[in-house]
């Protein structure tokens, strides 16, 4: 069976610092991988998406990046925080073609920036 | 204009009742639709999944419904739990993009 790990799970950072989020699925070959951030009470935001390693499309300009080194490894990066960058990160994969698509989403990380 | 809107935004009900959430969509051309269950600080997970051809759909105590005519889907949760308390998030796929909406807040109070 498939399974999608998130690492950290929260992390608070001073403004201005790096940061590095990992997300790596097992299970499945080739897999769609996305980046999606989710603010206090609203909705997911399409952050980044991958269909393969090292392709990235980036949905919203901003101050963060991704990366896709190996085929089930999906990174997001930033090089100097923002305090409008807290929030909730979900990772994701997608499988399937046509109707049967689907998401499946890993277990999430809590960034805190102060 | 894509768009997935989602309503109430919020909704307390006792436990042991039944309650109904409701998905309207613009989003075309259309692939399925996806009712998700999130709960505070952990990510989503499906409920459903309706294509075209689907109307309606059971996953236990959840029962999505779908008309694609008039794009519209309702979640009807039957006999709530305390732990059916949570957001619950109705995902549209056009084949090339999932548009979300911005969820329903359940809250199931004893």
């Known amino acids: 069976s498939q399974t999608i790990h998130q690492w950290p799970a929260t992390l608070v950072q001073p403004v201005g610092s790096p940061l590095s989020l990992e997300c790596t699925v097992e299970?499945?070959?080739?897999?769609?991988l996305y980046w999606y951030r989710q603010a206090a009470g609203r909705g997911l935001q399409l952050l980044f998406y991958?269909?393969?390693?090292?392709?990235i499309s980036s949905e919203v300009p901003q101050n963060l990046s991704a990366s896709r080194p190996q085929d089930r490894q999906f990174i997001l990066s930033s090089k100097k925080l923002l305090l409008s960058d807290s929030g909730f990160y979900l990772c994701?994969?997608?499988?399937?073609?046509?109707?049967?698509?689907?998401?499946?989403f890993g277990p999430g990380t809590r960034l805190l920036v102060l | 204009k894509n768009q997935v809107e989602q309503s109430p935004q919020s909704l307390i009900i006792l436990e042991g009742k039944n309650c109904t959430l409701q998905?309207?969509?613009?989003?075309?051309?259309?692939?399925?639709l996806r009712w998700y269950k999130q709960d505070t600080g952990r990510g989503p997970v499906s409920l459903t999944i309706?294509?075209?051809?689907?109307n309606t759909k059971s996953n236990g105590r959840y029962t999505a419904t779908l008309d694609a005519d008039t794009k519209q889907s309702s979640l009807h949760i039957t006999a709530s739990q305390l732990s059916d308390s949570a957001s619950y998030i109705c995902?549209?796929?056009?084949?090339?993009?999932?548009?979300f909406g911005s969820g329903t807040k359940l809250n199931v109070k004893p």
């Open positions: 995902v549209v796929y056009n084949f090339n993009k999932f548009y």
């Open positions: 299970g499945t070959s080739n897999p769609n």
């Open positions: 991958s269909v393969g390693i090292g392709q």
């Open positions: 998905c309207n969509y613009t989003v075309s051309p259309f692939s399925n």
């Open positions: 309706m294509t075209f051809s689907e």
């Open positions: 994701a994969w997608s499988v399937g073609s046509g109707s049967l698509e689907t998401q499946y």
